[in-house]
C-alpha cells in the first residue's frame, strides 16, 4: 500500500508541475494582453500582429479603425485582439 501512496504523490507532483509551468504563465499572458486592450484609446499608436504600424482613429467594443503610413486615406477597421503594443499618446 506504501507504493500506492508514492503514485498518488508522483502525479500530484507532476500535475503542479504543468500548472506552474503551463498553464499559470498563459493565464498571465492573457490577463496582460486584456489589460493592453482595455487601455487603447482614439490616437494611439499601435503594433499590429501582422507587423504593421497604426493610430487608432476610432474605436467600438471589439473593433478598432487604423490609419496606416502618412496617406490620410488608408484607414482599415480591424479587430482589437490583432493589437500586440500600444505606444499611449503624448500630451504636450
Sequence with gaps: MAGMGGIIL???FLGAIVYFM?????NKERKK???LLASVAV???ILTSSGFYGVIIDM???TVIVEFGSNKNCRIPMQKAAIIQVEKLESK
Excluded: K, M, N, S
Excluded at 503551463?22 to 498563459?26: D, L
Design 60 to 62: 467600438t467594443d471589439d
Design 33 to 35: 494582453q486584456q489589460e
Design 43 to 45: 490616437g494611439d499608436t
Design 22 to 26: 503551463a498553464i499559470r504563465p498563459q
Design 10 to 12: 508522483y502525479i500530484v
